[in-house]
């Protein structure tokens, strides 16, 4: 009945909710940003945000035109599949590394690298490279959940 999904559907957005706040909770620890990506086309999605912005090194304060930002897009695509996209920003210089399921994907996404490039406004393209080998976003997040100091999950937080 319309009643039933309707619950079922409730009870599974309150789970992923309650997921997300515990994965943001473990991942703030370390210094990252954990933001889902919760839009009809993707079948899975999230951004990680290097919040320490690169502050662990000895640089000056007020330097913050030197300061490196991070950022990864983890994605599952109907019709790309698993990609994940790495961006690095140090001033106006941008890095991007697009790393697609497989080799076929990756020459596809790289055929539009001119498009990318007259779309780019934030910045210099500085390096840009298309790979294979891009697993499936959750695998990748129980990854980074997993490389902290202790590699174990808390799951009682």
Same mark, same amino acid.
């Given at each position: 009945?319309?009643?039933?999904?309707?619950?079922?559907? /409730?009870?599974?957005?309150?789970?992923?909710?309650?997921?997300?706040?515990?994965?943001?909770?473990?991942?703030?620890? *370390?210094?990252?940003?954990?933001?889902?990506?919760?839009?009809?086309?993707?079948? +899975?999605?999230?951004?990680?945000?290097?919040?320490?912005?690169?502050?662990?090194?000895?640089?000056?304060?007020?330097?913050?035109?030197?300061?490196?930002?991070?950022?990864?897009?983890?994605?599952?695509? *109907?019709?790309?599949?698993?990609?994940?996209?790495?961006?690095?920003? +140090?001033?106006?210089?941008?890095?991007? @590394?697009? +790393?697609?399921?497989?080799? *076929?994907?990756?020459?596809?996404?790289?055929?539009?690298?001119?498009?990318?490039?007259?779309?780019?406004?934030?910045?210099?393209?500085?390096? !840009?490279?298309?790979?294979?080998? /891009?697993? *499936?976003? !959750? @695998?990748?997040?129980? @990854? +980074?959940?997993?490389?902290? /100091?202790?590699?174990?999950?808390?799951? @009682? /937080?």
């Amino acid at each position: 009945s319309i009643d039933e999904d309707s619950a079922t559907q /409730a009870h599974s957005l309150l789970k992923s909710i309650e997921l997300y706040q515990l994965v943001q909770i473990r991942l703030a620890a *370390e210094g990252t940003q954990f933001l889902p990506l919760p839009f009809a086309f993707l079948q +899975q999605g999230f951004v990680l945000i290097d919040t320490d912005g690169g502050k662990q090194s000895s640089k000056p304060k007020g330097s913050d035109a030197t300061d490196t930002r991070h950022l990864s897009l983890h994605l599952q695509l *109907e019709g790309l599949g698993n990609l994940s996209v790495d961006i690095q920003q +140090q001033g106006e210089a941008i890095s991007l @590394k697009f +790393q697609a399921e497989n080799i *076929e994907r990756a020459q596809f996404i790289g055929s539009h690298r001119q498009d990318l490039e007259q779309w780019l406004t934030s910045g210099t393209l500085q390096s !840009v490279q298309f790979l294979a080998g /891009a697993e *499936e976003p !959750v @695998k990748t997040l129980l @990854k +980074q959940m997993v490389k902290g /100091a202790t590699g174990m999950v808390d799951t @009682k /937080a």
